[in-house]
């Protein structure tokens, strides 16, 4: 099973503007379970500048160990962001930086909430954002006195609902918003096929309005989203959840504009959902586009089941009624069913005003691809990695922005077509199901060896 995706127009020719500020609003810390240890303020710093990103979220600020770090590290920059104390910024030897650009960080983490409702059992995950430290405390407080257990992991699970979490956290301070995670994961997400809802408004009932965005997640992206009309109320971001540190921006929130703080960043948000867009808006920050997987790349895009790798399209799904083939058991109903479920809308519908996307491969993966292994972490991987994002001024440049044929004089062949091919969408993916990752193809192994061959010559 595999698709191929093409756009009309390559979107590494898109304009760049002068101020551009790419964001990862939703990251863990070495305190989230199945989480790197090497997910510390100093790391997540410094990847961001590997990454090529400007805005960083803290992450599980409700952990009792990893909010006295960020108590101690960090220090106040733009208005409602901070950035990380000049004594605790370290450098890589491996990576020569071409900017000095700082990178900023706001105060988010993702709870999750399990609790009945509407006569079933709810598990949502949603993400939070606080203004300030002393914001952070005040809920970490608040949720303490609820019978919050905050130690057991930097994603904490609550036994509150999704529209009592909102109350608590604009209760310590109106400024603090949520956004729900990964919107359609089918285990923890408000449009989750496990134990989600319908709609917005069926979650968080007259508090609807105040939700004005959704996280897309690895395995959606924005037009799987635009299918629902319902949606066009919202805004759609996306960041990567990251568990570890080479997985920092593999998806991300870019913005345009004249002045960063913590409150334009959320009326950027609130002002990028298609129903906004009809009316003109004149705002210092802009929400220009997302940065998304290949969504057929994401654990949960088809249906399946993983203990008999079995995967399925929603239509071969639906002919078994959602039961395995192989065990009779019920499959894991992925992402893309859900979409069709609740679509009120044709394929290929672009609501007038939505930002654009484009869609990414991290570097690691694209040599990888090139060099024709499997693992992304090789030392052969890693030593062509590091010249490419030094001498490319970062990793999402490296993907985007440097001209072929500078890439040419900087690394191989075989990566340099098949970052070309990326460029242009020339991508097969064979999907991901029931917690698999999918599997991405840029380059046979015939389009291997004839790159190397010319590359003799």
């Known amino acids: 099973m595999s698709a191929l995706f093409s756009f009309q127009t390559p979107w ?10 790419i964001a990862d609003l939703h990251i863990h810390s070495k305190y989230a379970r199945a989480c790197s240890p090497q997910l510390t303020l100093e790391n997540i710093d410094l990847w961001a500048r590997i990454k090529g990103l400007h805005l960083m979220a803290t992450g599980d600020f409700t952990h009792p160990k990893w909010f006295p770090e960020l108590q101690e590290k960090l220090e106040p920059s733009l208005d409602g962001l901070y950035r990380l104390k000049p004594e605790y910024r370290v450098k890589d030897a491996r990576f020569t930086e071409k900017s000095d650009e700082e990178v ?36 970490n407080a608040a949720l303490m006195k609820r019978g919050g257990k905050l130690g057991g992991d930097g994603r904490p699970i609550l036994g509150i609902s999704s529209k009592d979490l909102l109350l608590l956290i604009r209760k310590v ?52 989203n635009w299918r629902v009309k319902g949606l066009d109320k919202v805004a759609l971001v996306s960041s990567s959840d990251a568990h570890s540190l080479p997985n920092l921006g593999r998806e991300a929130t870019v913005f345009e504009g004249e002045e960063l703080s913590y409150d334009n960043i959320f009326t950027a948000i609130r002002n990028a959902s298609p129903e906004a867009r009809k009316k003109p808006i004149k705002e210092k920050l802009t929400l220009r586009k997302t940065l998304e997987f290949f969504p057929d790349e994401g654990r949960y895009h088809y249906d399946g089941h993983r203990d008999h790798k079995v995967c399925l399209s929603p239509a071969e799904s639906r002919k078994l009624k959602g039961m395995c083939p192989k065990c009779g058991r019920p499959l894991t109903i992925g992402v893309l069913n859900r979409v069709e479920e609740l679509t ?35 030392k052969k991987v890693e030593a062509l990695y590091w010249p490419l994002v030094s001498q490319g001024g970062g990793e999402l440049k490296v993907l985007s922005e440097v001209p072929i044929e500078q890439l ?33 193809t840029l380059l046979s192994d015939s389009d291997r060896k004839r790159l190397s061959q010319s590359s003799l010559f």
């Open 344 to 378: 009120t809308e044709a394929e290929g519908r672009r609501p007038e005003g939505a930002p654009d996307f484009l869609s990414l491969v991290e570097l690691d993966k694209v040599i990888a691809q090139a060099l024709g292994v499997r693992g992304r972490a090789t």
């Open 12 to 21: 590494y020719a898109l304009p760049y503007p002068s101020m551009q500020i």
């Open 173 to 224: 301070d109106p400024r603090c918003h949520i956004i729900p995670a990964h919107a359609w994961t089918p285990w923890f997400a408000i449009f989750g096929s496990k134990s989600g809802y319908d709609s917005i408004e069926e979650c968080f009932e007259e508090l609807a309005p105040e939700i004005f965005a959704i996280e897309t997640g690895l395995s959606s992206d924005p037009a799987m």
């Open 408 to 440: 040419k004089k900087m690394t191989e062949a075989p990566i340099v077509e098949a970052i070309q091919r990326l460029r242009e969408g020339k991508v097969e993916v064979e999907p991901g199901y029931d917690g698999e990752y999918g599997h991405i």
């Open 104 to 139: 900023h960080f706001i105060c988010a983490t993702e709870l999750s909430c399990i609790y009945s409702h509407g006569g079933k059992v709810r598990r949502v995950h949603h993400t939070v954002f606080a203004p300030s430290i002393e914001a952070v405390a005040g809920i």
